[in-house]
Protein backbone atom coordinates (compact mmCIF):
# COMPACT_ATOMS: atom_id res chain seq x y z
CA UNK A 1 0.00 0.00 0.00
CA UNK A 2 1.07 3.64 -0.77
CA UNK A 3 1.62 6.14 1.43
CA UNK A 4 -0.36 9.25 1.39
CA UNK A 5 1.52 12.12 -0.59
CA UNK A 6 2.17 14.20 3.12
CA UNK A 7 3.62 10.92 5.01
CA UNK A 8 6.12 10.68 1.65
CA UNK A 9 7.39 14.14 2.23
CA UNK A 10 8.14 13.65 5.80
CA UNK A 11 12.23 12.15 6.29
CA UNK A 12 12.06 9.72 9.37
CA UNK A 13 15.84 10.13 10.91
CA UNK A 14 16.05 7.14 12.82
CA UNK A 15 19.82 7.14 13.62
CA UNK A 16 20.54 5.11 16.71
CA UNK A 17 22.09 7.82 18.55
CA UNK A 18 19.48 10.30 17.67
CA UNK A 19 16.25 8.01 18.62
CA UNK A 20 18.60 7.55 21.96
CA UNK A 21 18.48 11.26 23.14
CA UNK A 22 15.16 11.66 22.19
CA UNK A 23 14.64 9.29 24.76
CA UNK A 24 16.26 11.05 27.14
CA UNK A 25 14.68 13.97 26.38
CA UNK A 26 11.37 12.49 26.74
CA UNK A 27 11.66 11.44 30.48
CA UNK A 28 9.48 13.78 33.04
CA UNK A 29 12.50 13.58 35.37
CA UNK A 30 15.17 15.07 33.01
CA UNK A 31 16.53 18.69 34.31
CA UNK A 32 16.47 21.77 32.72
CA UNK A 33 20.60 21.37 32.10
CA UNK A 34 20.00 18.01 30.51
CA UNK A 35 17.27 18.87 28.52
CA UNK A 36 19.21 21.81 26.94
CA UNK A 37 22.28 19.87 26.55
CA UNK A 38 20.22 16.84 24.33
CA UNK A 39 18.53 19.05 22.08
CA UNK A 40 21.95 20.79 21.39
CA UNK A 41 23.99 17.32 20.71
CA UNK A 42 20.57 16.06 19.21
CA UNK A 43 19.78 19.13 16.53
CA UNK A 44 23.66 18.57 15.58
CA UNK A 45 22.86 15.35 14.52
CA UNK A 46 20.04 16.94 12.51
CA UNK A 47 21.82 19.05 11.09
CA UNK A 48 23.85 16.50 9.00
CA UNK A 49 20.90 14.70 8.05
CA UNK A 50 18.77 17.83 6.42
CA UNK A 51 21.62 18.98 4.53
CA UNK A 52 22.32 15.27 2.70
CA UNK A 53 20.99 16.26 -0.37
CA UNK A 54 21.74 20.25 -0.50
CA UNK A 55 23.09 21.09 -4.15
CA UNK A 56 27.17 21.69 -4.13
CA UNK A 57 29.72 22.66 -6.91
CA UNK A 58 33.16 22.12 -7.73
CA UNK A 59 36.02 24.30 -6.81
CA UNK A 60 39.48 23.70 -7.31
CA UNK A 61 41.68 24.44 -4.01
CA UNK A 62 45.40 23.64 -3.54
CA UNK A 63 46.43 21.52 -0.92
CA UNK A 64 50.15 21.41 0.77
CA UNK A 65 51.06 18.98 -2.00
CA UNK A 66 49.14 19.57 -5.52
CA UNK A 67 46.14 21.30 -6.58
CA UNK A 68 42.87 19.16 -6.86
CA UNK A 69 39.30 19.68 -6.71
CA UNK A 70 36.62 19.46 -4.07
CA UNK A 71 32.85 20.26 -3.50
CA UNK A 72 31.35 23.24 -1.65
CA UNK A 73 27.87 24.11 -0.98
CA UNK A 74 25.99 25.94 -3.26
CA UNK A 75 24.74 28.91 -3.33
CA UNK A 76 24.64 32.03 0.01
CA UNK A 77 24.71 31.07 3.07
CA UNK A 78 22.23 28.89 4.73
CA UNK A 79 19.79 30.55 7.02
CA UNK A 80 18.05 29.26 10.19
CA UNK A 81 14.88 30.19 10.46
CA UNK A 82 13.94 29.78 14.12
CA UNK A 83 10.03 29.95 15.39
CA UNK A 84 10.11 31.82 18.69
CA UNK A 85 10.76 31.09 21.24
CA UNK A 86 11.44 27.17 21.19
CA UNK A 87 13.19 26.99 17.65
CA UNK A 88 15.87 28.76 19.57
CA UNK A 89 16.99 25.97 21.37
CA UNK A 90 17.97 24.35 18.04
CA UNK A 91 20.47 26.78 17.15
CA UNK A 92 23.55 26.11 19.26
CA UNK A 93 23.87 22.95 17.94
CA UNK A 94 23.14 23.57 14.39
CA UNK A 95 25.68 26.16 14.47
CA UNK A 96 27.95 23.88 15.37
CA UNK A 97 27.64 22.04 12.21
CA UNK A 98 26.91 25.68 10.08
CA UNK A 99 29.34 27.81 11.57
CA UNK A 100 28.61 30.36 8.85
CA UNK A 101 24.75 30.25 8.65
CA UNK A 102 22.71 32.92 9.21
CA UNK A 103 19.90 33.00 12.03
CA UNK A 104 16.18 34.66 10.97
CA UNK A 105 14.00 35.11 13.62
CA UNK A 106 9.91 34.33 13.05
CA UNK A 107 7.47 35.45 16.27
CA UNK A 108 3.93 34.28 16.65
CA UNK A 109 1.35 34.31 19.29
CA UNK A 110 -2.23 32.75 18.97
CA UNK A 111 -4.80 35.23 18.20
CA UNK A 112 -6.88 33.95 22.17
CA UNK A 113 -10.40 34.76 20.05
CA UNK A 114 -9.52 33.26 16.53
CA UNK A 115 -6.77 30.75 17.65
CA UNK A 116 -4.83 31.44 14.51
CA UNK A 117 -1.09 32.45 14.57
CA UNK A 118 -0.63 36.09 14.69
CA UNK A 119 2.93 37.20 13.27
CA UNK A 120 4.35 40.16 15.92
CA UNK A 121 8.19 39.47 15.08
CA UNK A 122 9.80 38.71 11.49
CA UNK A 123 14.13 39.13 10.44
CA UNK A 124 15.33 37.46 8.01
CA UNK A 125 18.92 38.44 6.25
CA UNK A 126 19.37 39.42 3.08
CA UNK A 127 19.40 37.70 -0.36
CA UNK A 128 16.51 35.22 0.24
CA UNK A 129 15.88 34.16 -2.64
CA UNK A 130 19.17 32.78 -3.60
CA UNK A 131 19.61 30.68 0.06
CA UNK A 132 18.60 27.66 1.17
CA UNK A 133 16.27 27.77 4.64
CA UNK A 134 15.81 25.63 7.40
CA UNK A 135 13.11 26.20 9.57
CA UNK A 136 13.33 25.23 13.09
CA UNK A 137 10.68 24.25 16.10
CA UNK A 138 10.70 21.66 18.39
CA UNK A 139 7.10 20.23 17.61
CA UNK A 140 4.84 19.85 14.96
CA UNK A 141 1.68 19.54 17.09
CA UNK A 142 -1.30 21.51 15.25
CA UNK A 143 0.22 22.39 12.88
CA UNK A 144 -0.89 26.09 12.55
CA UNK A 145 2.47 28.31 13.45
CA UNK A 146 4.71 26.25 11.05
CA UNK A 147 2.37 27.20 7.94
CA UNK A 148 2.08 30.48 9.07
CA UNK A 149 6.43 30.97 9.24
CA UNK A 150 6.72 29.03 5.52
CA UNK A 151 3.93 31.46 4.03
CA UNK A 152 5.68 34.35 5.47
CA UNK A 153 9.19 32.96 4.25
CA UNK A 154 7.56 32.37 1.00
CA UNK A 155 6.70 35.85 0.35
CA UNK A 156 10.97 35.99 0.39
CA UNK A 157 11.28 33.62 -2.22
CA UNK A 158 14.04 31.60 -0.81
CA UNK A 159 15.73 28.88 -3.02
CA UNK A 160 14.51 25.72 -0.97
CA UNK A 161 13.07 25.30 2.72
CA UNK A 162 13.25 22.41 4.73
CA UNK A 163 11.22 22.13 8.19
CA UNK A 164 12.75 20.61 11.32
CA UNK A 165 11.43 19.17 14.55
CA UNK A 166 11.77 16.93 17.73
CA UNK A 167 8.93 15.62 17.40
CA UNK A 168 5.53 15.63 14.71
CA UNK A 169 2.08 14.25 14.76
CA UNK A 170 -0.54 13.11 11.69
CA UNK A 171 -2.53 15.81 12.49
CA UNK A 172 0.52 18.07 12.25
CA UNK A 173 1.85 16.62 9.21
CA UNK A 174 -1.76 16.63 7.26
CA UNK A 175 -2.30 20.35 8.13
CA UNK A 176 1.20 21.72 6.94
CA UNK A 177 1.23 19.47 3.78
CA UNK A 178 -2.33 20.70 3.15
CA UNK A 179 -0.98 24.07 2.71
CA UNK A 180 2.58 23.67 1.70
CA UNK A 181 2.89 19.87 0.53
CA UNK A 182 6.67 21.04 -1.52
CA UNK A 183 7.97 21.80 1.89
CA UNK A 184 9.51 17.96 3.55
CA UNK A 185 9.76 17.53 7.27
CA UNK A 186 12.99 16.18 9.12
CA UNK A 187 12.14 14.70 12.27
CA UNK A 188 13.34 11.55 14.61
CA UNK A 189 9.79 10.68 15.52
CA UNK A 190 6.16 10.91 14.37
CA UNK A 191 3.47 10.26 17.80
CA UNK A 192 0.71 8.89 17.86
CA UNK A 193 -1.74 12.46 18.36
CA UNK A 194 -2.95 15.37 19.87
CA UNK A 195 -4.80 15.45 23.53
CA UNK A 196 -7.57 17.69 24.02
CA UNK A 197 -5.13 20.58 24.88
CA UNK A 198 -3.36 20.32 21.80
CA UNK A 199 -0.43 18.63 22.72
CA UNK A 200 1.41 16.39 21.07
CA UNK A 201 0.96 12.84 22.79
CA UNK A 202 3.34 10.86 24.10
CA UNK A 203 5.56 13.51 23.18
CA UNK A 204 7.54 15.40 25.88
CA UNK A 205 5.78 18.12 27.18
CA UNK A 206 5.88 21.54 26.07
CA UNK A 207 9.60 22.42 24.62
CA UNK A 208 9.82 25.36 25.31
CA UNK A 209 9.03 25.65 28.98
CA UNK A 210 11.69 22.75 29.32
CA UNK A 211 14.61 24.40 27.42
CA UNK A 212 13.72 27.56 29.68
CA UNK A 213 13.08 26.38 32.54
CA UNK A 214 9.78 28.31 32.83
CA UNK A 215 7.51 25.22 33.87
Same mark, same amino acid.
Given at each position: ?89 ? %? +?? /? =????? *? #? ?5 ? &?? !? ?24 ? %? +?? /? =????? *? #? ?5 ? &?? !? ?25 ? +? ?33
Amino acid at each position: MSQPCSLRRVHLIDHPLVQHKLTLMRRKDTSTKTFRQLIRELSALLAYEVTRDMPTHEVEVETPLETTTGRMIDGKKTVLASILRAGNGF %L +DG /M =LEVLP *S #ARVGHIG &LY !RDPATLKPVEYYFKMPSGMEERDVIV %L +DP /M =LATGN *S #AVAAVDL &LK !RLTPRSIRFVCLVACPEGIANFHAHHP +DVPIYTPAVDRGLNDHGYIVPGLGDAGDRIFGTK
